[in-house]
């Protein structure tokens, strides 16, 4: 039986376990190396985005196809992004594996080099900027602040596919204070991948960027035991973040 490929919404909505599960099911029905790459680059900026720990997923088989599958314009082309996958001499195994020279992997990162600071693990948003969003994005009476359980933050994006028609894309539990300059750089990212389609029309071409926006929402239920239930749900799940 044939294995689907992920879609944007299997890889930005999904569980870290189940997502890591979905993508080693397909990468050994399927062998496809270069779309698992891909599925990895949209991964390190969902990462970017989002207070919900995704750094690092599927590391061994990130690790596996650089260190040992034939190289490709691919892996030369997106490597770089993924430089903290490797410890100092495995980095430079798959540096000397991809590059005939110091000199020609210069060349071909140079231009992305200054990016990939924003996809790096250590400067991904954590589950204590909730804490900051919570205190820095009120302005109404103090007295009358809801719950921090009950907000929601989200990033929606507009991008336009291959032949101009605009489609949305929704980043759940986002980092809404992130600099407009980096949100910028991230979203470009996904504009360099294939995996997007719809009827063999690549999805995400170009960042509507005027028309992406950060949100913040706050959740009641009307039945205080749904409510209730509500709150002990969230407390739970933020606590896992």
């Known amino acids: 039986m044939a294995v689907k490929a992920l879609n944007e919404r299997q890889l930005f909505r999904m569980k870290r376990v189940n997502l890591e599960k979905r993508i080693q099911q397909y990468y050994s029905k399927t062998q496809d190396s270069e779309s698992v790459i891909e599925y990895g680059m949209a991964i390190l900026v969902f990462n970017a985005i989002t207070m919900t720990n995704y750094s690092f997923v599927c590391k061994d088989l990130i690790q596996e196809i650089f260190l040992t599958k034939e190289p490709t314009d691919k892996m030369r082309e997106f490597c770089l992004y993924f430089y903290d996958f490797f410890d100092y001499n495995e980095w430079e195994n798959v540096r000397d594996r991809l590059f005939k020279s110091r000199a020609e992997f210069s060349e071909r990162t140079r231009r992305i080099r200054p990016e990939t600071k924003y996809v790096r ?14 205190e820095n994005y009120w302005v109404d009476d103090e007295k009358n602040r809801p719950e921090k359980e009950r907000y929601g933050y989200e990033y929606h994006t507009v991008f336009r596919d291959e032949h101009g028609k605009k489609h949305k894309l929704k980043f759940q539990n986002a980092d809404i204070s992130i600099p407009r300059k980096k949100l910028l750089v991230l979203l470009e990212i996904l504009t ?15 960042v509507v960027f005027p028309e992406c926006r950060g949100t913040r929402k706050t959740t009641y239920y009307v039945d205080e035991a749904d409510d209730t239930a ?5 407390r739970h799940e933020i606590e896992k973040l």
């Not at 294939?194 to 690549?202: A, D, H, K, L, Y």
């Not at 509500?230 to 969230?234: C, I, N």
């Open 121 to 134: 693990a250590a400067s991904a948003p954590t589950n204590k900027k909730r804490d900051w969003l919570y």
């Open 192 to 206: 360099k991948l294939t995996i997007f389609e719809e009827n063999g029309v690549r999805k995400f071409a170009e």
């Open 230 to 234: 509500f709150l002990q749900r969230m």
